[in-house]
């Protein structure tokens, strides 16, 4: 069955140094990096379509749109949530709030479009 609106994942990570500005080279602190809270809601995006895409379908990310509003130490559990709210032919597209705790420290939109994995493959 294919994907539609209302599905929705969820990931979550203890940050830990390595998931930090500081080794990822995106900043000089010891927090939650940027791209690691991109990584983080891409995979809860995954996380919604786990089961519900055709065999030998994936999907792959097209664009990603994300405030990252407030810092997460070392130690502090991150958890992403990702809502699918549209559905346009083979593009989907989510609504992804990442939160430490009972604050929001991260939200956006994530595009996904399905493809033929092996098609896909051959192209790369």
Request: net charge negative.
């Amino acid at each position: 069955m294919g994907p539609y609106v209302g599905l929705s994942g969820q990931q979550s990570i203890v940050v830990s140094d390595d998931d930090s500005a500081l080794t990822t080279g995106s900043g000089d602190v010891p927090t939650l990096a940027t791209p690691r809270v991109v990584a983080l809601a891409e995979a809860a995006a995954i996380a919604a379509l786990d089961g519900h895409l055709e065999e030998g379908q994936t999907s792959v990310g097209t664009q990603v749109s994300l405030r990252h509003r407030a810092p997460s130490p070392v130690g502090r559990r991150v958890e992403a949530i990702a809502a699918l709210t549209e559905v346009d032919g083979r593009t989907l597209r989510f609504n992804v709030t990442v939160r430490d705790g009972d604050r929001t420290v991260a939200e956006g939109l994530i595009e996904r479009v399905i493809v033929d994995r092996d098609w896909f493959l051959r192209r790369a």
